[in-house]
């Protein structure tokens, strides 16, 4: 039984900063591609930042310089500090998780840029 639970998110002020944490239950989680994506209002669910299992990392043009994503294989988390945040940023985020069988999603986090 694969569970992803994310924390960290709330409300920031424009130019603020958010770090978001997501803890994988499951076997082999350093040889999973882990994953952020968000899903603002009326919008469709787009990724955020990716690492893969060798620790190779993209992300969207319109966080790039601005959102760090890392992991810990030891604790089995993979985090997402974000920076410099916008109102365009807000949406509910969720950690993601590939793996043979399929993928998997948390419950999301809301996160909120606003003054």
């Known amino acids: 039984q694969v569970q992803l639970v994310e924390s960290g998110g709330g409300l920031v002020q424009p130019g603020g900063s958010l770090r978001l944490s997501c803890a994988a239950s499951?076997?082999?989680?350093?040889?999973?591609?882990m994953a952020w994506y968000r899903q603002a209002p009326g919008k469709q669910r787009e990724l955020v930042a990716r690492i893969t299992s060798g620790g190779t990392t993209n992300y969207a043009d319109s966080v790039k310089g601005r959102f760090t994503i890392s992991r810990n294989n030891a604790r089995n988390t993979v985090d997402l500090q974000m920076n410099n945040l916008k109102p365009e940023d807000t949406a509910v985020y969720y950690c993601?998780?590939?793996?043979?069988?399929?993928?998997?999603w948390g419950q999301g986090t809301q996160v909120t840029v606003s003054s």
């Open positions: 499951g076997s082999m989680f350093s040889a999973r591609d």
């Open positions: 993601y998780q590939q793996r043979p069988q399929g993928i998997y």
